[in-house]
């Protein structure tokens, strides 16, 4: 059974970082890629960026999404990806959310991802 864990959420104040981690289990991810999402209250679920399971490149969303920001990255020894928030803001303010994909090119539409975590509240205070 496939299983996405996201920690390291939590409150911290506005230009601080946080470092939010992912990590899979239940079966072999070699061919899918993984995004980070976030999703605030009264809005829409919002891609941020993602990486394969194999290989170094990795795809962003635009500045307003965090580019910039926010750094995606991967330890296959771990099974874990990662999300490096930097210089956070008030309207960063979401549960964070990772998820995996079947597919050999970046997605950005959380409808084209198959698994999902339960998501980890992330709280920038002003």
């Known amino acids: 059974q496939v299983q996405l864990v996201e920690s390291g959420g939590g409150l911290v104040q506005a230009g601080g970082s946080l470092r939010l981690s992912c990590a899979a289990s239940?079966?072999?991810?070699?061919?899918?890629?993984i995004g980070w999402f976030r999703q605030a209250p009264g809005k829409e679920r919002e891609f941020l960026a993602a990486i394969p399971w194999i290989g170094s490149n990795t795809y962003y969303a635009d500045a307003d999404s965090g580019k910039g920001r926010f750094t995606i990255s991967r330890d296959n020894a771990k099974n874990t990806v990662y999300l490096q928030m930097n210089s956070l803001k008030p309207e960063d303010t979401a549960v964070y959310y990772c998820?995996?994909?079947?597919?050999?090119?970046?997605?950005?539409?959380?409808?084209?991802?198959?698994?999902w975590g339960q998501g980890t509240q992330v709280t920038v205070s002003s």
């Open positions: 239940g079966r072999t991810f070699s061919s899918y890629i």
């Open positions: 998820a995996a994909a079947l597919s050999s090119y970046f997605r950005r539409d959380s409808r084209e991802y198959d698994y």
